[in-house]
């Protein structure tokens, strides 16, 4: 599995967009963009994932670079209930494996 | 909707005592996966079954044993627990394979003495 940079922490307001970004530099054309979020004391929650076009579902927005070297993932209205550690994992199609590094850890603020 | 189910949510053993972690999903997926986590680090995967009637190692499986019960049921047997499988233990599931996500369950949470 390709390797995915984040920043370790971000803070965001109550009510403003958050945007979280994620590097994968050497990712493969066959490996999907996953987002998931871990809420403390809870399982991870998936969010969305991509390959190479934008995706938009009922939590949240993935925008992927044209060179699918970088992604972020947009929480349209942040929330104190999005606060969590949020997980970029790329995952070769068929990969049983998901590799959670250590996240951002975002911290929505009223 | 229910989703993934593990149970129980806590416990504790003392070294050497044996233990089923259960899990059962209800969104019909074929494949089930069970992962630790460890404080300040990533989940890792341990064991995983493709499909109902098979089972694979993951990336830490020495310790564990799994069964596929059914479709529904993938449980994770620790048969002479050590202190260095006190983690949180993750149950997950998805629809087969190909780029469908992982469902997740909310955790056993296990301590051994």
């Known amino acids: 599995d390709a390797k995915t940079t984040q920043p370790p922490s971000m803070d965001c307001a109550e009510g403003r967009a958050a945007n979280l970004p994620c590097n994968h530099s050497?990712?493969?054309?066959?490996?999907?963009v996953y987002w998931y979020r871990q809420i403390h004391s809870q399982g991870p929650q998936y969010i969305i994932h991509?390959?190479?076009n934008n995706e938009t579902n009922e939590m949240a927005s993935l925008i992927i670079t044209e060179d699918r070297k970088s992604s972020t993932l947009i929480l349209p209205h942040a929330t104190l209930r999005d606060t969590a550690v949020y997980y970029c994992?790329?995952?070769?199609?068929?990969?049983?494996?998901?590799?959670f590094g250590a996240g951002t850890t975002v911290t929505v603020r009223a | 909707n229910a989703g993934v189910t593990q149970t129980p949510k806590f416990q504790v053993l003392k070294t050497g005592q044996s233990m089923t972690l259960q899990c059962a999903q209800d969104?019909?997926?074929?494949?089930m996966y069970w992962y630790r986590q460890d404080p300040g680090m990533g989940l890792r995967l341990i064991y995983y079954?493709?499909?109902?009637?098979?089972?694979d190692k993951g990336e830490v499986p020495n310790g564990y044993n799994v069964s596929r019960l059914n479709k529904r049921e993938f449980s994770l047997r620790l048969e002479s627990a050590a202190p260095s499988q006190t983690s949180v233990y993750f149950c997950?599931?998805?629809?087969?394979?190909?780029?469908?996500?992982?469902?997740f369950g909310d955790g056993t949470r296990l301590s051994i003495l």
């Open positions: 079954s493709a499909s109902e009637g098979t089972t």
């Open positions: 997950a599931s998805s629809e087969n394979r190909g780029n469908q996500p992982q469902h």
């Open positions: 994992i790329v995952r070769v199609t068929n990969d049983y494996k998901l590799s």
């Open positions: 050497t990712i493969s054309g066959n490996e999907y």
């Open positions: 969104m019909n997926h074929n494949s």
């Open positions: 991509g390959l190479k």
